[in-house]
């Protein structure tokens, strides 16, 4: 199986090149920043990890698989004493004080961070512009975006700047910007990675993800990921899943994909043929393919984006100013909440938060809030009934192709409704992958909840179909 | 009389209106047919078990961690925060 982990950790354990040698090449990359995937560079930890393990080697000590590794974190992921600013003006100085559960595996398994990477502001966005550090530019045409929110992860790994990253998905940041930038991305079923240390936008539906250039290193990083930890309640105990488990798909008789998608005016020409072309490969291979009924495309948005806004004003009320954080003085305390608000949180962060209490006041919470977790429910309703029709839903990532930079923050609207694919996995907490074929933008390969393993069989079966 | 407020207050944010691109998501919703509209029904709440909640115990911070948060403080004086006066009429 492809894997850009396996044949890196044998070249270090062949001394082929140094694990510092290897860190600072990739640091000489990223210190470019041509791609405005950068928020901060954490050479001096991640040198100081890389001669440790060249120590190890030069002993002839066994190291382990990902020891070693060179990877991203999205700039939403706590690291202690580095800088932790989710790409906001609020926070552009605030240092974590202690380490996500998730990176913490990682940096347990010996994978050495060496960046904190650009997104859209505490996640508030689908192009990686609403940042401070600068759009972020495709990795394939630079005029285009990067995709969102985590498009710094995804841009990194596509240039090879990072081995792996690790995005954070709420309604489709880690899918749709590896759609844009032609690598794999999961959002693994809720729960299985703690979310602890992660900071909150949608707690719902918050995940982390790892990105990667192929189904075998997502593999690896999400087995050392996943798992029950206290910190996090919703979090469960789970299975590694084996190499071996995921390279017979013979177990896959029916793949379903959702009508309304298709059908939808706002699809584009191209992906909607090449995503019918797929359909027919997938069919050739005597596998049953099952036209399933959904909800449309702006119920799904709207229900999405109705308990994402409610769910991030309640998270970020925590952003004042008073503990930490850009503090604006002012007469007394409520004054200098508003103002550090006001003058730290961008557009679309505001625009959210407005929107949140909106739907959480009296008298807007029974006919816009409660009616949204109702028509949450019949989705993943909907979604039950379809796991018993098939073992497999594919879909398009997204309707469009990548904007040009600066289009989309003009229009927030059209931004929202260019999840219409991603956030109704979201809302049902299930595992969805986004695979680098397909569509020009990809295809996502969703499972039932907690069986993120069909998913990445399914992908492992697609590699060599389409 | 109950005491309206406004999105503004309610966001501590000065000047903060509701948006037309936000509110355009909030009439699907209001023009949705949802088949359930009872959500305290419903199967899907990440509800923990009772028998599965962590001990309830303080769990004392590193001196890293401590050394940080205090780093944090956008004013202090002393090793201690400092925050605004609250003046309320």
Same mark, same amino acid.
């Given at each position: 199986?492809?894997?850009?982990?396996?044949?890196?950790?044998?070249?270090?354990?062949?001394?082929?090149?140094?694990?510092?040698?290897?860190?600072?090449?990739?640091?000489?990359?990223?210190?470019?920043?041509?791609?405005?995937?950068?928020?901060?560079?954490?050479?001096?930890?991640?040198?100081?990890? +890389?001669?440790?393990?060249?120590?190890?080697?030069?002993?002839?000590?066994?190291?382990?698989?990902?020891?070693?590794?060179?990877?991203?974190?999205?700039?939403?992921?706590?690291?202690?004493?580095?800088?932790?600013?989710?790409?906001?003006?609020?926070?552009?100085?605030?240092?974590?004080?202690?380490?996500?559960?998730?990176?913490?595996?990682?940096?347990?398994?010996?994978?050495?961070?060496?960046?904190?990477?650009?997104?859209?502001?505490?996640?508030?966005?689908?192009?990686?512009?609403?940042?401070?550090?600068?759009?972020?530019?495709?990795?394939?045409?630079?005029?285009?975006?990067?995709?969102?929110?985590?498009?710094?992860?995804? /841009?990194?790994?596509?240039?090879?700047?990072?081995?792996?990253?690790?995005?954070?998905?709420?309604?489709? !940041?880690?899918?749709?910007?590896?759609?844009?930038?032609?690598?794999?991305?999961?959002?693994?079923?809720?729960?299985?990675? !703690?979310?602890?240390?992660?900071?909150?936008?949608?707690?719902?539906?918050?995940?982390?993800?790892?990105?990667?250039?192929? /189904?075998?290193?997502?593999?690896?990083?999400?087995?050392?990921?996943?798992?029950?930890?206290?910190?996090?309640?919703?979090?469960?105990?789970?299975? +590694?899943? !084996?190499?071996? !488990?995921?390279?017979?798909?013979?177990?896959?008789?029916?793949?379903?994909?959702?009508?309304?998608?298709?059908?939808?005016?706002?699809?584009? *020409?191209?992906?909607?043929?090449?995503?019918?072309?797929?359909?027919?490969?997938?069919? +050739?291979?005597?596998?049953?393919?099952?036209?399933?009924?959904?909800?449309?495309?702006?119920?799904?948005?709207?229900?999405?984006?109705?308990?994402?806004?409610?769910?991030?004003?309640?998270?970020?009320?925590?952003?004042?100013?008073?503990?930490?954080?850009?503090?604006?003085?002012?007469?007394?305390?409520?004054?200098?909440?508003?103002?550090?608000? *006001?003058?730290?949180?961008?557009?679309?962060?505001?625009?959210?938060?407005?929107?949140?209490?909106?739907?959480?006041?009296?008298?807007?919470?029974?006919?816009?809030?409660?009616?949204?977790?109702?028509?949450?429910?019949?989705?993943?309703?909907?979604?039950?009934?379809?796991?018993?029709?098939?073992?497999?839903?594919?879909?398009?990532?997204?309707?469009?192709?990548?904007?040009?930079?600066?289009?989309?923050?003009?229009?927030?609207?059209?931004?929202?409704?260019?999840?219409?694919?991603?956030?109704?996995? *979201?809302?049902?907490?299930?595992?969805?992958?986004?695979?680098?074929?397909?569509?020009?933008?990809?295809?996502?390969?969703? +499972?039932?909840?907690?069986?993120?393993?069909?998913?990445?069989?399914?992908?492992?079966?697609?590699?060599?179909?389409? | 009389?109950?005491?309206?407020?406004?999105?503004?207050?309610?966001?501590?944010?000065?000047?903060?209106?509701?948006?037309?691109?936000?509110?355009?998501?909030?009439?699907?919703?209001?023009?949705?047919?949802?088949?359930?509209?009872?959500?305290?029904?419903?199967?899907?709440?990440?509800?923990?078990?009772?028998?599965?909640?962590?001990?309830?115990?303080?769990?004392?911070?590193?001196?890293?961690?401590?050394?940080?948060?205090?780093?944090?403080?956008?004013?202090?004086?002393?090793?201690?925060?400092?925050?605004?006066?609250?003046?309320?009429?």
């Amino acid at each position: 199986m492809d894997s850009q982990i396996h044949k890196i950790h044998q070249q270090l354990v062949n001394k082929e090149f140094s694990c510092t040698n290897l860190v600072q090449e990739k640091l000489n990359l990223l210190k470019q920043n041509t791609h405005n995937t950068v928020n901060n560079l954490l050479d001096n930890l991640a040198l100081n990890l +890389a001669a440790k393990v060249d120590a190890k080697i030069a002993n002839n000590e066994p190291i382990g698989l990902l020891e070693g590794i060179p990877f991203g974190i999205k700039d939403v992921y706590m690291v202690q004493g580095t800088f932790t600013t989710a790409s906001s003006n609020l926070l552009k100085n605030y240092k974590a004080a202690y380490t996500a559960t998730a990176i913490q595996k990682l940096l347990d398994a010996g994978a050495i961070p060496i960046v904190k990477e650009n997104c859209d502001s505490f996640g508030h966005g689908s192009s990686s512009e609403n940042t401070i550090f600068g759009a972020v530019k495709n990795a394939i045409n630079p005029d285009l975006v990067g995709g969102g929110s985590s498009g710094g992860s995804a /841009v990194n790994v596509a240039k090879d700047y990072t081995v792996f990253s690790i995005g954070g998905d709420t309604g489709g !940041s880690v899918r749709q910007p590896a759609g844009y930038n032609h690598v794999y991305g999961l959002k693994p079923t809720y729960g299985r990675i !703690s979310r602890y240390g992660l900071m909150a936008y949608a707690s719902s539906t918050d995940c982390v993800g790892p990105i990667a250039k192929s /189904v075998g290193d997502i593999l690896i990083v999400l087995n050392v990921m996943s798992g029950k930890d206290a910190k996090d309640q919703t979090s469960y105990v789970s299975e +590694a899943i !084996s190499e071996e !488990s995921i390279l017979n798909s013979t177990d896959i008789k029916s793949v379903g994909y959702f009508k309304s998608f298709i059908e939808s005016e706002a699809i584009d *020409s191209k992906i909607k043929a090449d995503f019918l072309a797929t359909i027919e490969k997938i069919k +050739a291979k005597n596998i049953e393919v099952k036209e399933l009924d959904f909800f449309k495309s702006n119920i799904l948005v709207s229900t999405y984006y109705t308990l994402a806004m409610a769910e991030t004003a309640s998270n970020l009320s925590r952003l004042d100013g008073s503990n930490y954080g850009n503090r604006i003085d002012n007469k007394n305390l409520k004054e200098s909440y508003a103002i550090t608000r *006001s003058e730290n949180f961008s557009e679309e962060t505001k625009r959210r938060i407005v929107g949140g209490n909106q739907v959480l006041s009296q008298g807007f919470s029974d006919e816009i809030y409660l009616k949204g977790l109702a028509l949450r429910d019949a989705i993943s309703d909907n979604f039950e009934k379809d796991f018993k029709e098939v073992d497999i839903i594919v879909s398009p990532v997204t309707p469009n192709t990548p904007p040009k930079i600066g289009n989309s923050l003009k229009d927030p609207h059209a931004m929202y409704l260019s999840d219409a694919y991603t956030v109704g996995f *979201s809302l049902g907490q299930l595992p969805t992958l986004t695979i680098p074929q397909g569509t020009e933008t990809g295809l996502q390969i969703t +499972a039932a909840k907690n069986n993120d393993e069909l998913v990445l069989k399914f992908a492992n079966f697609l590699k060599d179909t389409i | 009389m109950s005491k309206i407020m406004t999105v503004d207050i309610l966001s501590s944010i000065k000047g903060a209106e509701p948006s037309e691109a936000v509110n355009k998501l909030f009439d699907v919703i209001k023009n949705a047919n949802a088949t359930n509209n009872n959500s305290l029904n419903n199967n899907h709440n990440n509800c923990v078990s009772l028998d599965n909640l962590r001990d309830d115990v303080v769990i004392e911070s590193s001196a890293i961690e401590k050394q940080i948060i205090v780093e944090n403080f956008p004013k202090e004086k002393n090793g201690y925060l400092v925050v605004s006066k609250v003046i309320e009429a």
